[in-house]
Nanobody, 115 residues
C-alpha cells in the first residue's frame, strides 16, 4: 500500500519561506520521479515541480528561482523549499509520482500566504 504524507504548511507573510516534506511508504521511491502539485481554491490541481531518481529537476515558470525540490531516498522523503512566497502561492500542496497515481493522493498540506 503506497501512502504519501505531506507536512510543513502554514500561514506565512508575503516574502516569507516554508519547507514542505512528504514521506512515502513503499519500495518504489528511490526509482520514481516524484513531484509536488498544488490546488488553489476554484482551480485545477497543477504540477509545481518534479525530480527524477537521478536528481534532474523541472519547475513551473511561476515558481522558478523561488522553489527548490530535493529528495532523500534513504528517508523516502521529498522536500519543497519555498522562498519569496507570494499570495498567489496559496494552495493545498500535494506530493505524488510524476505522472501522478490517482489512488496515491494524500491529504495535502495547506499553504497560505497573507499579510
Amino acid at each position: 500500500q503506497v501512502q504519501f504524507v505531506e507536512s510543513g504548511g502554514g500561514l506565512v507573510q508575503p516574502g516569507g519561506s516554508l519547507r514542505l516534506s512528504c514521506g512515502a511508504s513503499g519500495s518504489f521511491f528511490s526509482v520514481a520521479t516524484m513531484a509536488w502539485y498544488r490546488q488553489a481554491p476554484g482551480k485545477q490541481r497543477e504540477l509545481v515541480t518534479s525530480i527524477t531518481s537521478g536528481g534532474y529537476t523541472n519547475y513551473a515558470d511561476s515558481v522558478k528561482g523561488r522553489f527548490t525540490i530535493s529528495r532523500d531516498d534513504a528517508k523516502n522523503t521529498v522536500y519543497l523549499q519555498m522562498n519569496s512566497l507570494k499570495p498567489e502561492d496559496t494552495a493545498v500542496y500535494y506530493c505524488n509520482k510524476d505522472p501522478p497515481i490517482r489512488a496515491y493522493w494524500g491529504q495535502g498540506t495547506q499553504v497560505t500566504v497573507s499579510s
